[in-house]
């Protein structure tokens, strides 16, 4: 069985205590089987208490406002503090963990969710690159699993990796380039013509296709309010979702709704596509190439590569409109509103598949999210 992980992998270490947001609150955490019948035979006082701390039928430990029933006022886990790490059930263990399964392959990523994973991520300065390595595991068996749409999907995505970090050019060109690249390939693979993919990618990756890619921005200039109204059209995605923290609509609203709203009197206020320091172009690379590994060759079972970029880039929008609505990104870069988006988002989105599968849908669907007006909010 091949691994697959991004070369910072093994720098993460829980901050437990420090953790700005804890994994143990906003969400219900599922106990596999096995663990459930160890906390079921669990002697003593403690054993007591995870008989009264756990929803049996539902599989999922109690909260008390939001938080586990076993977090503690420090933010500490109990069940860590009775029994290490042998007592935590598959979800905790794993977390920040999340694999994604290609038959002989297993790709790990570490959330965004987590602020330690955000932190690391938003302070990396290198380009992120991905290790795999072989290791005995019995692998998965998928009966349909279509092995030529997955060589050409890792084949398109080591591509977009090259634009993204192509450091030479803008971040919003960059991610400009990926979506076009991600529409024309959904074209072929729709069409059924993988064999096409091969040259589409060459011409993506040729010398000089970024500057000639950038030559069309003048076909997509818009101006400050209309980008506005496209962005704030494009972030009723929001509206759409299951909410899982309960002030989290308000936290987008603050943020977001308050920005798209207010007029602007200059037409060249430029919104969303404001210089970008070196610092934040590196951020949203960083954040970029995460949506991309994590998601984008799932569109082996669904056939839907298109639909993963715009999710990843809008994704990569959304956070940092999040974070520019924070009255702390004024002065410039501010580290933690940066960290704050980003596990925020993170945590509401990507830690439900409804909302995954939801954003994803309403990308496909609706004409806001159309090839022409990303380009028109980039550009
Ligand atoms: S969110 Fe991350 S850093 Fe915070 S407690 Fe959980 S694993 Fe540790």
Redesign the pocket.
């Given at each position: 069985m091949l691994y697959t992980i991004p070369d910072y992998y093994k720098e993460f270490a829980?901050?437990?205590g420090?953790?700005?947001?804890?994994?143990?609150a906003g969400w219900q955490i599922v106990i596999d089987e096995k663990t459930k019948q160890t906390y079921k035979k669990y002697p003593g006082d403690f054993g007591k208490r995870l008989k009264t701390s756990i929803d049996w039928r539902e599989s999922v430990f109690k909260q008390n406002e939001n938080r586990c029933a076993f977090l503690n006022e420090d933010?500490l886990?109990d069940l860590y503090l009775e029994g290490g790490e042998a007592l935590f059930c598959k979800t905790c263990r794993r977390?920040?963990r999340h694999v994604e399964e290609y038959e002989d392959l297993r790709e790990i990523s570490l959330s965004l969710?987590?602020?330690?994973?955000a932190r690391m991520l938003m302070e990396r300065k290198g380009k992120v690159g991905f290790i795999t390595v072989e290791k005995d595991a019995p692998a998965e068996e998928y009966e349909e699993f279509d092995y030529m749409l997955f060589t050409k999907l890792c084949d398109a995505r080591d591509v977009m990796f090259s634009i993204l970090q192509n450091r030479d050019y803008d971040m919003f060109l960059r991610m400009a380039m990926v979506l076009s690249l991600g529409h024309d390939l959904q074209r072929r693979v729709s069409d059924g013509q993988l064999f096409d993919i091969d040259g589409l990618l060459e011409r993506y990756s040729a010398e000089g296709a970024v500057k000639r890619f950038e030559k069309k921005r003048e076909d997509f200039k818009t101006s400050c309010q209309e980008k506005k109204k496209l962005f704030f059209r494009m972030s009723d995605m929001f509206s759409q979702l299951e909410v899982l923290k309960a002030d989290f609509p308000a936290y987008v609203s603050e943020r977001i709704k308050d920005i798209c709203e207010a007029t602007d009197a200059s037409e060249d206020c430029d919104f969303v596509t404001e210089e970008l320091s070196q610092e934040e172009q590196i951020w949203l690379e960083q954040l970029a190439v995460y949506f991309i590994y994590t998601y984008f060759c799932g569109a082996v079972y669904d056939e839907q590569p298109y639909a993963k970029v715009k999710f990843a880039l809008l994704s990569v929008l959304m956070i940092r409109q999040l974070y520019r609505g924070d009255e702390r990104s004024r002065e410039g870069f501010c580290k933690s509103a940066a960290i704050e988006a980003a596990?925020r988002y993170s945590k509401e989105v990507e830690h439900s598949d409804n909302n995954l599968l939801r954003v994803e849908e309403i990308v496909r669907q609706r004409s806001v999210y159309s090839l022409r007006n990303f380009l028109r909010l980039l550009w």
């Open positions: 829980c901050i437990a420090e953790c700005p947001d804890t994994c143990c933010n886990c977390y920040p969710s987590c602020p330690e994973v596990y």
